[in-house]
Every structure is written in structure tokens, then in C-alpha cells.
């Protein structure tokens, strides 16, 4: 199957907001992190069977600090303190891949922010 997107603002979300006035997302907005440890979003995505997959986070983040999160698979983290290093702008937006192990059916995939200033603005994953 080709690449699902996930829009964060569809996610489930701790500690954070939707927000939509940094142009360049996609839907009808971004998750704005709670500046905060521990604010978070989570998708829940769908695998037809076991195994790796790529999962695209898409970002930005206008400060120049790194904004690190745990990604975590089903509870278990699987890339600790991944960086989402300053994009430039907040309307600048890249991506950042990571590989994971999905379950057959539904997966949650979390990412969760390690420092005080919280996570970067996260507009969606797209899952392949
Ligand atoms: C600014 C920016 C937000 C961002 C925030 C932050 O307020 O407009 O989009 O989320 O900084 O530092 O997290």
C-alpha cells in the first residue's frame, strides 16, 4: 500500500494546541507543544501486517534549540530523544524518518517532548 498521512491535529493530544497561523501544514493545521516536558501527540495508525515501517514526521521549528522527543511504538520508546533541530522558520517545514516495527492492525505511534521548551510545531506523519 503507498504512504498514509496521519495529520496531527487529528491525533490525540497532550498538552499542546492546534493552531493554523504558520502557513505550509497540510489539513487544517498544526500541533503548537505545549512549551512543557511531556507534552505530546499520539497517532494511531494502521498496519496491514507485521513488520517495518517508515514513518515521516513533518516539523518546523523556529527557535534554533533543539526540540528532542521520544518516539515511542505501543508504549515502548524506539527512538530516544530524536532531534528536531530549528528549521529557520515556523513556517518552515521539514521532515524527519525514522523505521519502526508495527503491529498487524492498530499501532500507536507517540512522540513525546524531553526538554522545557517542549516540542517542535508537528503538522502530520505519513506512514509507508
Ligand atoms: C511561537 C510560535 C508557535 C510555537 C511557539 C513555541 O509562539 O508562534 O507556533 O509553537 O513559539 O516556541 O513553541
Known amino acids: 500500500p503507498g504512504p498514509v498521512v496521519y495529520e496531527a491535529e487529528d491525533a490525540a493530544i497532550t498538552a499542546g494546541v492546534v493552531e493554523s497561523n504558520h502557513t505550509g501544514f497540510t489539513g487544517r493545521g498544526?500541533?503548537?507543544?505545549?512549551?512543557a516536558v511531556g507534552s505530546a501527540v499520539e497517532w494511531t495508525v494502521t498496519a496491514a501486517?507485521?513488520?517495518p515501517a517508515t514513518v515521516e514526521l513533518r516539523y518546523a521549528n523556529g527557535t534554533t534549540a533543539n526540540r528532542a522527543m521520544n518516539v515511542s511504538v505501543n508504549g515502548t520508546v524506539v527512538s530516544p530523544a530524536l532531534a528536531f533541530a530549528g528549521t529557520g522558520a515556523w513556517t518552515n517545514w521539514q521532515t524527519k524518518t525514522i523505521t519502526v516495527n508495527l503491529v498487524a492492525g492498530s499501532n500507536k505511534i507517540k512522540a513525546v517532548a524531553t526538554t522545557a521548551n517542549g516540542g517542535p510545531n508537528v503538522d502530520k506523519v505519513t506512514v509507508s
Open 30 to 35: 498544526f500541533v503548537n507543544y505545549n512549551n
Open 49 to 51: 501486517k507485521a513488520g
